[in-house]
T-cell receptor, first 115, second 110 residues
Framework: DAGVIQSPRHEVTEMGQEVTLRCKPI?????LFWYRQTMMRGLELLIY????????DSGMPEDRFSAKMPNASFSTLKIQPSEPRDSAVYFC?????????????FGQGTRLTVV | RKEVEQDPGPFNVPEGATVAFNCTYS??????FFWYRQDCRKEPKLLMS???SGNEDGRFTAQLNRASQYISLLIRDSKLSDSATYLC???????????FGTGTSLTVIP
């Protein structure tokens, strides 16, 4: 398996523009997580899905952020409109099952810069 | 209060040194614990799980103290390749959410 695949790897956009980040989880994994990482706040869980259903989106910072998972192999995180403070590395991760000792596998991340 | 707290460091140690990191977690009902490693500009990857009885993997030893709600990682005989950020991770009591500490930066100096 190729692992968790995220695209794009880098994104530079102007304030006010819409940004869409994409993720393909590992096949067979039924949990998908979106994280944001900054120097100040570390890795923050934004939202996670189980079997394509959003379970907890309490980490989503504002209504400008939305996430979807239309099928088991694809998820998007959208920011509309984007702001400079959204600049961060966004990671998608997936895991299998609900066992307490399951491992989360991360994609390589999308480095977002909003200018 | 954050779910997981770590000393951010940085820790700068010479090759061959022993270094220890600690982290604390707030939810006493947490069920599982991990250390992840993150290299510069890369994604986090699992280093090792942390079991109640403590466990060892080569030069790495992980310990859990449930009573005090802290987790530790000991690295013996540090190598240059150990330079990275080490993330303490706690799984929620439902097993569905991974909470990450902000990471501890380690640099091993020749």
């Amino acid at each position: 398996d190729a692992g968790v695949i995220q695209s794009p790897r880098h994104e530079v956009t102007e304030m006010g523009q819409e940004v869409t980040l994409r993720c393909k989880p590992i096949s067979g994994h039924d949990y998908l997580f979106w994280y944001r990482q900054t120097m100040m706040r570390g890795l923050e869980l934004l939202i996670y899905f189980n079997n394509n259903v959003p379970i907890d989106d309490s980490g989503m910072p504002e209504d400008r952020f939305s996430a979807k998972m239309p099928n088991a192999s694809f998820s998007t995180l959208k920011i509309q409109p984007s702001e400079p403070r959204d600049s961060a590395v966004y990671f998608c991760a997936s895991s299998m099952g609900q066992g307490f000792w399951t491992e989360a596998f991360f994609g390589q991340g999308t480095r977002l810069t909003v200018v | 209060r954050k779910e997981v707290e770590q000393d951010p460091g940085p820790f700068n140690v010479p090759e061959g040194a022993t270094v220890a990191f600690n982290c604390t977690y707030s939810n006493s009902a947490s069920q599982s614990f991990f250390w992840y490693r993150q290299d510069c500009r890369k994604e986090p990857k699992l280093l090792m799980s942390v079991y109640s009885s403590g466990n060892e993997d080569g030069r790495f030893t992980a310990q859990l103290n449930r009573a005090s709600q802290y987790i530790s990682l000991l690295i013996r005989d540090s190598k240059l390749s150990d330079s990275a950020t080490y993330l303490c991770v706690v799984n929620s009591n439902t097993g569905n959410q991974f909470y990450f500490g902000t990471g501890t930066s380690l640099t091993v100096i020749p």
